[in-house]
C-alpha cells in the first residue's frame, strides 16, 4: 500500500472510527478536507471538539449541552405523555414531524442478549423509577422499529410498566403512502388491516 504523509494516514484512521466508514472511504474523505483552507479546516476541527461538551439529560438521558435537554426544561411541553425511543437521534426524527409535543425518554438502545444488550446494560431501571414517581404521566409511547429486537423491547416493557396503571401505546403500523400492496410482506399487511381506519 502506498505510503501518504502522516497527517493523511491518521486522518483517515480517525474517520475509520465512524460507524459505516471503512478504510477507502476514510481515506477518500481525508483527500477531500485537503481541498478545504485552513480556517475551513480549524472551525470542522472545533466543532468535533466541542462535541466533548456534550452531555446527558439527567432526566430523558438525550444529548444537552446542561443537566437537562431543551424538552425537559421546557415547561409547555404536555407531561402527562412519554415518548420512549431506543436512541437519542429518533427524537429529532419525531420532532421533524411537529405532531407529538409530550416528553421523551432514551432507552439507550433495544434488548439483544446476543449483543450483550440485556435490561441491566439500558436505562431500564432509570424508565422505571421516572415513571413510577411522576403521576403526571398518564401515557407511555413505545417508539420502536417494529423489527425483532424493537418488538422483543416493546413487549418487556409492557409487562414492566404494567404494574404503574399508565395507559401504554406504541406507534402504528402498516403501508407507508405509495406503497404497492402487490410487494408487501404479510407482517406489514396484517398489521395494516388490523390497525385499519374509517375512509
Excluded: W
Excluded at 28 to 43: D, P, T, V, W
Excluded at 71 to 98: F, G, H, M, Q, Y
Excluded at 122 to 128: D, E, G, M, R
Aim: charge should be positive; glycine fraction near 8%.
Amino acid at each position: 500500500m502506498r505510503r501518504f504523509p502522516t497527517p493523511i494516514h491518521n486522518a483517515a484512521a480517525a474517520l475509520g472510527r465512524l460507524p459505516g466508514v471503512g478504510p477507502k472511504t476514510a481515506l477518500r474523505y481525508a483527500f477531500a478536507l485537503l481541498h478545504f483552507s485552513k480556517l475551513e479546516l480549524a472551525s470542522i476541527g472545533r466543532a468535533i471538539v466541542d462535541l466533548g461538551n456534550i452531555t446527558l439529560c439527567q432526566t430523558c438521558f438525550t444529548f444537552a449541552e446542561k443537566d437537562l435537554c431543551e424538552i425537559c426544561a421546557d415547561p409547555n411541553r404536555d407531561a402527562t405523555k412519554l415518548c420512549i425511543v431506543a436512541e437519542a437521534r429518533d427524537i429529532s426524527t419525531i420532532e421533524a414531524t411537529s405532531v407529538y409535543k409530550g416528553r421523551y425518554f432514551v432507552l439507550g438502545g433495544t434488548l439483544n442478549p446476543i449483543d450483550g444488550r440485556t435490561p441491566e446494560t439500558l436505562n431500564v431501571k432509570a424508565l422505571l423509577d421516572l415513571v413510577k414517581n411522576s403521576p403526571s404521566i398518564t401515557e407511555c409511547i413505545l417508539a420502536f422499529s417494529p423489527d425483532v429486537h424493537g418488538e422483543t423491547t416493546i413487549m418487556y416493557l409492557q409487562r414492566q410498566l404494567s404494574t404503574f396503571g399508565k395507559s401504554m401505546t406504541r406507534l402504528a403500523r402498516g403501508l407507508p403512502m405509495g406503497a404497492d400492496i402487490e410487494y408487501a410482506d404479510e407482517v406489514t399487511l396484517a398489521s395494516a388491516m388490523t390497525g385499519r381506519s374509517k375512509a
